[in-house]
C-alpha cells in the first residue's frame, strides 16, 4: 500500500498467514498438488472455511443469508399458457435473464 506506514506490516501480516496456512496443509492432500494448486487450495482455505469471531464460516453465513431471503418472495402476476390470462399473485422464487420461476401453489 503506497505511502501508508501501515501498508508492510499488512504485507508482512497477510503474507505470514498465507505460510502458516501451505505448513499446515502440506501434509494431506496439498502435499501431492502443484505449487499453484496448493496456493489455490490455501487461499479458499482462508477465505471461506476458516470461521470468523461469530463461529461461522464465510460460507455458513453466505447461505444463511440465502436461506432468510428465500423466506420473503416478491409477488407477481404470471400469464397462463393455456388460458391466455394473467393470473396471480404468486410467489418469484428466482429470476435469471429471460426467465423467471415463480411458485404457482398447484
Known amino acids: 500500500i503506497p505511502y501508508n506506514p501501515r501498508g508492510q506490516g499488512i504485507i508482512e501480516w497477510a503474507h505470514q498467514t498465507l505460510q502458516r496456512m501451505l505448513k499446515r496443509q502440506k501434509g ?55 388460458e391466455g390470462q394473467w393470473k396471480g399473485p404468486v410467489d418469484l422464487l428466482t429470476w435469471g435473464r429471460g426467465y423467471a420461476c415463480v411458485f404457482t401453489g398447484d
Open 28 to 82: 494431506g492432500i496439498g502435499g501431492q498438488l502443484p505449487p499453484q494448486s496448493k496456493l489455490h487450495l490455501a487461499l479458499f482455505t482462508l477465505k471461506f472455511l476458516t470461521p470468523g469471531t461469530d463461529g461461522k464460516t464465510p460460507a455458513e453465513r453466505h447461505w444463511q443469508v440465502l436461506e432468510e431471503k428465500r423466506k420473503v418472495y416478491l409477488k407477481v402476476l404470471r400469464k397462463s399458457p393455456e
